[in-house]
């Protein structure tokens, strides 16, 4: 049952996501802004989980 949550919320972050892209895609015409605003998530959720 766990499987079916954990993959469905999977592909609702991957759609989120390539959504975001798109649209900072069109309001930017770069996907700069995009790779930066990802690599600032992950830093983030990477240093907030160190001890």
Do not use: E, K, P
């Given at each position: ?7 469905a ?7 989120v996501?390539?959504y ?9 015409n ?22």
């Amino acid at each position: 049952m766990m499987d079916g949550w954990i993959v469905a919320f999977h592909q609702l972050g991957a759609s989120v996501a390539a959504y975001a892209g798109g649209l900072i895609y069109q309001v930017f015409n770069s996907y700069i802004w995009a790779f930066t605003l990802a690599g600032g998530f992950w830093y983030s959720r990477a240093f907030s989980l160190s001890y």
